[in-house]
């Protein structure tokens, strides 16, 4: 067990690559924080994690949700060991079609959530702590309609570069996970009809040299190994977990 007696935090982890990971990391041993937002997805969460496990509500827009969740960190365990800061959205919009407030929600989500998670669970974390952020293969490539997703990506590629620099005297590490196309329900939040989100499934499936789409819990694996003693040596990094979808 890789993460015996270790507190993780996991935010976005009631459905995809969160609840995968928040499911290793029990599995490995640490004890597991998740926050959602949909009442539905935590209650379900919930059932899936056991009760051992906390499940808290948190818009990571609004400050004051993040300051209550940290409260309850901070009350329960004292200190943070991990930290994947996983929640994300994203909008597909051609460029003459983009509204400011779709650029305002993907990077108030995107970057600015995983910014001031990273900013209030520093001051938690262990010496040899670890952070992981979720990246994306898009910040590698250029994809019609995703210029804002890809961009607010990009964002948090740097956040690991500078945060990683910043934290590394403490001996807390920072790097990223970076997905490719994964079978998961975020597809369903673009914007997209079915018909569409079918079609743009083929086209991408298409070009992935390993000819599929990835699974959550071969992400969850790698955010397991950045978060863990194997990882001990690596900060600023992102692994790209995409099937070679933006290698070759």
């Given amino acids: 067990m890789k993460l015996i007696g270790k507190t993780a935090l996991v935010t976005g982890g009631t459905?995809?690559?969160?609840?995968?990971?928040?499911?290793?990391?029990?599995?490995?041993g640490a004890s597991v924080i998740v926050t959602g937002v949909t009442e539905e997805r935590i209650a379900e969460a919930q059932r899936e994690l056991?009760?051992?496990?906390?499940?808290?509500?948190?818009?990571?827009?609004?400050?004051?949700?993040l300051d209550a969740v940290f409260d309850v960190v901070q009350a329960r365990f004292a200190t943070l060991d991990i930290v994947f800061a996983n929640a994300g959205v994203g909008t597909v919009a051609p460029l003459a079609a983009i509204t400011e407030e779709q650029i305002d929600n993907q990077f108030n989500?995107?970057?600015?959530?995983?910014?001031f998670t990273?900013?209030?669970?520093?001051?938690?974390?262990?010496?040899?702590g670890s952070i992981v952020l979720t990246t994306s293969f898009l910040n590698e490539v250029g994809v019609p309609g995703f210029s804002i997703l890809s961009a607010s990506k990009a964002a948090v590629r740097s956040l690991v570069r500078s945060i990683g620099a910043e934290l590394a005297p403490r001996g807390i590490?920072?790097?990223?996970?970076?997905?490719?196309?994964?079978?998961?329900?975020?597809?369903?939040?673009?914007?997209?009809?079915?018909?569409q989100l079918n079609e743009a499934a083929a086209g991408i499936e298409a070009?992935?040299?390993?000819?599929?789409?990835?699974?959550a819990a071969e992400i969850a694996n790698t955010v397991l190994f950045l978060a863990g003693d194997d990882a001990s040596f690596m900060t600023g990094s992102e692994i790209v977990?995409?099937?070679?979808?933006?290698?070759f």
């Fill in 118 to 128: 990273v900013q209030k669970a520093a001051p938690l974390m262990t010496r040899g």
């Fill in 241 to 247: 977990v995409d099937g070679g979808l933006s290698q």
């Fill in 15 to 28: 459905n995809g690559i969160g609840l995968e990971t928040a499911k290793l990391f029990i599995k490995e």
């Fill in 207 to 215: 070009q992935i040299p390993l000819a599929r789409f990835g699974e």
């Fill in 50 to 65: 056991g009760p051992d496990t906390l499940v808290l509500k948190a818009d990571l827009r609004k400050a004051g949700d």
């Fill in 173 to 195: 590490r920072v790097n990223a996970v970076s997905p490719g196309p994964v079978s998961t329900s975020f597809h369903s939040k673009l914007g997209l009809t079915q018909a």
């Fill in 109 to 115: 989500i995107n970057f600015k959530g995983i910014f």
